[in-house]
């Protein structure tokens, strides 16, 4: 195995991604990681495509609703995966997300999505409760069948008791089953994302291939134990019977 010697600046395609959106526009379009320049923004508007930006505080949100967006996905601490903080160096913040999309509403009228942490019937019903007008999973689903999660991945996801938000995989804060490799790395790790995601990159391939669930990253958000199986449609289905009854 062979680590990166230098690591060139990555932005992800982000120029062409733009082009090609206003060459074949789409319906929607949504942003994680921060927000598009005011123009691009304007650009994509103007080529009648609707817009979603993912906050996670209320200083986003203004940000985002600044730019003209249609709607906006709440992202609670509770989310596995990446938080979408706009900069790399912020600390992601902890207000949970029934209390998180309450602060939001104060600062935008615009309608939010909920996501984070949403693993039943009872929780997605709080959330619309709590004012969202849909939600949003990640975590529920990683055990579908149509799911890209390894064997591994889906396994631990059972097996393993607990989470937490580190940038020891990526240099960028992410919600994951702890194991060794965060307890080791964590306490070091730069805010530098993607440098440092490119960095671990073969040191993570080479967990997957091994199964070694210890130095895997295995994203899950807080209610990764209530993840099922079976097809996602079927899934979809009942998690919204269990929310009505529930609500």
Known sequence: ??????????????????????????????????????????????????????????????????????????????????????????????????????????????????????????????????????????????RTEESGASAAHRRALVELEGTTVTRAFTGRPARGLRNAFIDRHDAHAPAAYPEVHHLTQPLRAAAGRREDLAAMHLWAGTAHRKARTGRAADVTRELWRDALREG
């Open 1 to 142: 195995m062979e680590l990166p010697v230098s690591i060139a600046p990555d932005r992800d395609d982000w120029d062409a991604k733009i082009e090609a959106l206003l060459r074949e526009p789409v319906e929607w379009v949504s942003y994680t990681f921060g927000l598009p320049e005011p123009a691009e923004a304007a650009a994509v508007r103007a080529a009648g495509i609707r817009q979603v930006g993912t906050v996670t505080s209320p200083e986003e949100a203004r940000a985002a609703t600044a730019l003209g967006f249609d709607a906006l996905t709440v992202q609670g601490p509770e989310a596995g995966g990446h938080r979408g903080t706009h900069r790399i160096e912020d600390r992601p913040g902890t207000l949970p997300l029934l209390e998180l999309l309450a602060a939001v509403r104060e600062v935008t009228p615009l309608p939010l999505i909920a996501a984070g942490g949403l693993g039943d019937g009872a929780a997605i019903a709080a959330a619309l409760r709590a004012g969202a007008v849909a939600v949003q999973l990640g975590t529920a689903y990683l």
